[in-house]
């Protein structure tokens, strides 16, 4: 069956532009999750669903950051008004459980001009 | 707060050597820990899950060891090859998230 797909792969945007994020995970599974991963460095989480509850945002650096997964299935992230600092890559993965294995999507890599 | 180490950074072995990278942490209270290895470019690609009643797990030439009580894993690498040649990461679950090391960068000569 099909991994976890993200959209764009690369994403370039201006200083101040919003941008937003696809993650559609395994069919079926309940949990999903956004990571942050700077270069060099392993993942930082920013926030977890379950179905379409969003549980735990604690690792969401800022209020211009905002995560939705209106069906339970596809999330989005969404980063408004982006700076420098948002540079980088933007992981999402799924498991079957909350504590079961995470699947890892390839990521999007942001670059804030 | 989970803290997550992963010693050493970067690793260069011949192949068919044996290797142990390890990652330790600071915080027991975990649900299970996961390795990872992450290709350049690429997303993570979860190698073994050891849950937290587990001692070790195993997958071909991969061993992967838990000591809850002293905080630390280890990911047993047997007859390196070229291919295993990658980032491989250590996280923690132990909450609504995995916590992770900084990673292990692994180059197998041939």
């Known amino acids: 069956g099909a991994g976890v797909s993200q959209s764009p792969r690369y994403k370039v945007a201006k200083r101040g532009q919003d941008v937003a994020l696809r993650c559609d995970p395994i069919?079926?599974?309940?949990?999903l999750f956004w990571y942050q991963q700077a270069l060099g460095q392993g993942p930082e989480f920013l926030t977890y669903?379950?179905?379409?509850?969003?549980?735990?945002k604690s690792g969401l650096p800022s209020d211009r950051f905002f995560a939705e997964r209106p069906e339970g299935s596809v999330s989005t992230l969404k980063i408004q008004r982006t700076q420098q600092e948002d540079s980088a890559v933007y992981l999402c993965?799924?498991?079957?459980?909350?504590?079961?294995?995470?699947?890892f999507g390839p990521g999007t890599r942001l670059t804030v001009l | 707060k989970q803290e997550v180490t992963q010693i050493p950074a970067a690793l260069s072995v011949p192949e068919g050597e044996n290797l142990v990278l390890n990652c330790s942490f600071t915080d027991s209270a975990i649900y299970n820990l996961q390795w990872f290895r992450q290709d350049p470019g690429k997303g993570l690609t979860s190698l073994l899950l050891i849950q937290s009643s587990q001692r070790e797990q195993t997958s071909g030439r991969l061993n992967a060891s838990l000591d809850k009580s002293s905080g630390r894993s280890t990911l047993y690498i047997a007859a390196s090859q070229p291919g295993d040649s990658a980032t491989y990461l250590c996280g923690l679950d132990a909450g609504n998230m995995l916590t992770f090391g900084g990673g292990t960068r692994l180059m197998v000569k041939p």
């Open positions: 669903f379950q179905n379409e509850a969003q549980l735990d």
């Open positions: 993965a799924s498991s079957a459980g909350r504590t079961d294995t995470q699947y």
């Open positions: 069919s079926g599974h309940v949990s």
